[in-house]
């Protein structure tokens, strides 16, 4: 917390930075040399850490490294909240236009009926196209098991159907009463060159 001492100049000398990520200031730069970069962002040069700290004080501002792994070290003098909001900032945007990806799960048996088939199907395509993998669960009951040969002919209708849209990323054994196949989308680049294969 900043305190106001009794002649109005508020205290710039802060605590160390909570976050173990978060860039070193002042002090706890331990860099016998820096490249400093002022709040203009004008290049001062490289000089002792200690004269950068003098002069950003004197400012009444803050001495933030900002590029550790270079040589000399990169600090710029400016204001370290505002410098933090600007990085959290930055986050929140690069965090705002990532995509997740989601698992859809469809469920089939293997004697669906046509129609059902279709508007599973119509799903599995709809998610795709989302950009979401679908998982398809094809789900064995009594007798069913003794003919599982006949019965996984159904993936192999779902690989034909959905060929163009998605890729089959893994098709598991059976797994107790069950059949596993993960399909992902394909990407832009790979829809393409099938096209042009065509």
């Known amino acids: 917390m900043l305190k106001k001492p009794m002649n109005g100049n508020f205290r710039r000398d802060r605590e ?4 173990k990520d978060a860039p070193r200031l002042n002090e706890q730069i331990r860099a016998p ?30 001495l933030i490294e900002i ?14 909240g505002k410098y ?19 698992i859809k799960e469809i469920k089939l048996r293997p004697n669906i009926d046509p129609h059902d088939y279709e508007i599973k199907m119509r ?48 098709s598991s054994s059976l797994e107790g009463r069950q059949m596993h196949m993960m399909i992902a989308p394909l990407s832009k680049q790979e829809r393409d060159s099938k096209l042009a294969a065509i």
């Open 16 to 19: 160390a930075p909570i976050d």
């Open 33 to 62: 040399e820096v490249r400093v970069i002022d709040q203009n962002g004008e290049m001062l040069g490289v000089m002792r850490p200690q004269d950068a700290v003098v002069r950003a004080r004197e400012l009444g501002l803050d």
């Open 67 to 80: 590029s550790p792994n270079a040589a000399p070290p990169v600090c710029k003098i400016g204001d370290y």
């Open 84 to 102: 933090r909001y600007e990085l959290q900032k930055k986050k929140n945007e690069a965090k705002k236009h990532q995509k997740t990806v989601e």
């Open 123 to 170: 799903a599995a395509k709809k998610f795709l196209e989302e950009g979401n993998k679908v998982k398809f669960t094809l789900r064995f009951r009594g007798r069913e098991m003794a003919n599982i040969g006949i019965n996984t002919r159904i993936f192999e209708r779902v690989r034909g159907d959905i060929s163009d849209l998605a890729k089959v990323e893994s």
